[in-house]
């Protein structure tokens, strides 16, 4: 992993944010940042059931709508989660342009800032991350170490041990 990266902790309690895409992957981060105490503005035209789910529950606000400039008007922090790079380069360039931290969640290289699959234990949280590159390799070490605590294995090693003696990005290790 990059040594330009910081780990930290954000508070986002009252902080406007915006995510552009209804998807799954934007349901997710709105509910992230929602959960944290941010105020959440969620641009779509269509929604995930998870993304509706938190309209329902008013957790987050839903503009109808595809993005538009000046949807990161007044906003602290944007994510751009569609399923269209072009859209998502648009949100990065107004977030830029505004001194908006902003997440693409489809190119880590093109964000400020990362989700980390976050493990919970009462009061410790542990973050993993591969930089954006391999989530789905951050979400099975994430699991495994779930599973652990909740039953004293070891299947995290086991898992930290073969991704690091892991073949290239596209080709799998063997399960655990």
């Not at 954000?10 to 934007?26: M, Q, S």
């Not at 990065?92 to 964000?111: F, K, M, P, Q, T």
């Not at 990362?114 to 099975?140: C, H, L, M, N, Q």
């Not at 994430?142 to 599973?147: T, Y």
């Amino acid at each position: 992993m990059s040594a330009e990266r910081i780990p930290i902790w954000l508070k986002p309690r009252g902080l406007r944010c915006v995510v552009v895409g209804g998807g799954r992957v934007g349901a997710r981060r709105a509910e992230r940042l929602a959960r944290a105490g941010a105020k959440v503005t969620l641009v779509s035209p269509k929604l995930s059931p998870l993304a509706a789910d938190l309209v329902r529950r008013g957790l987050v606000t839903w503009i109808d709508r595809a993005y538009q400039p000046g949807d990161l008007a007044e906003c602290a922090l944007a994510v751009a989660a569609t399923d269209d790079p072009q859209v998502n380069r648009a949100v990065r360039l107004e977030a830029e342009a505004r001194g908006v931290w902003c997440n693409r969640a489809d190119d880590a290289g093109d964000s400020d800032f990362d989700f980390a699959s976050v493990v919970y234990a009462g009061d410790i949280a542990i973050a993993i991350s591969t930089g954006g590159t391999r989530p789905d390799v951050a979400k099975r070490l994430r699991q495994a170490l779930e599973q652990d605590l909740a039953t004293g294995g070891n299947a995290f090693i086991r898992l930290l041990r073969q991704w690091a003696e892991a073949p290239p990005a596209g080709e799998r290790p063997p399960e655990p």
